[in-house]
């Protein structure tokens, strides 16, 4: 298991993780002491259980959590994922696998079709994790309206990902099972 349910409990150490000045600048949602991350956190809880948002913790082999995955603004079977996981972390493979867990999640229990990703143009980091999913796809050019209305705040570049292609990428990369005819 790579994902849980949020859970107070958590806080502590998901805070110390969060304010490495490598993850830090790169949340969507700044907690600047531990108690206004825990408020965040009850918050977002709260947000999940009125459907406006679908959020999970990362956890590693041991069940430690790492980060969060999150779908925010949920709206017409789609949304933004926001993604964080701490820097002792990095490079590890948690980043891809707490992905295709989520969207296994969201594309096969929740009924999501479109998955968004925001990128700031100097998140690197981000952008090739990004470039690696087999199903992800740059939509500035795709999505005009959905990356005009980004820019209007910022400087990112728009990612997508279908449902349909996610799929397919499954059916491509899951071994095969072999069936004897009756």
């Known amino acids: 298991m790579i994902l849980k349910q949020r859970d107070v ?10 304010v490495d000045p490598a993850v830090f600048p790169f949340v969507r949602e700044k907690a600047h002491t531990y108690d206004e991350y825990v408020f965040l956190t009850k918050k977002t809880i709260e ?35 926001g993604t964080w996981i701490g820097s002792p972390y990095f490079g590890l493979g948690y980043n891809q696998r707490a992905k295709e867990a989520f969207f296994n999640e969201l594309f096969f229990s929740c009924d999501i079709q479109t998955v968004y990703m925001r990128i700031r143009k100097h998140n690197e980091r981000s952008y090739h994790a990004a470039l690696k999913l087999p199903y992800c796809t740059l939509a500035n050019e795709l999505r005009p309206d959905i990356f005009e209305a980004l820019n209007q705040k910022g400087d990112y570049n ?25």
């Open 9 to 18: 409990a958590d806080c502590h150490h998901l805070y110390e993780l969060l």
């Open 47 to 81: 947000a999940e259980e009125c459907g406006e948002l679908i959020s999970r913790t990362i956890v590693d082999e041991w069940g430690s959590p790492i980060g969060t995955i999150n779908l925010y603004d949920v709206h017409e079977q789609s949304g933004f994922l």
């Open 158 to 182: 728009l990612f997508q990902i279908e449902k349909d292609l996610y799929h397919l990428h499954l059916m491509r990369t899951s071994p095969t099972i072999e069936r004897k005819e009756a």
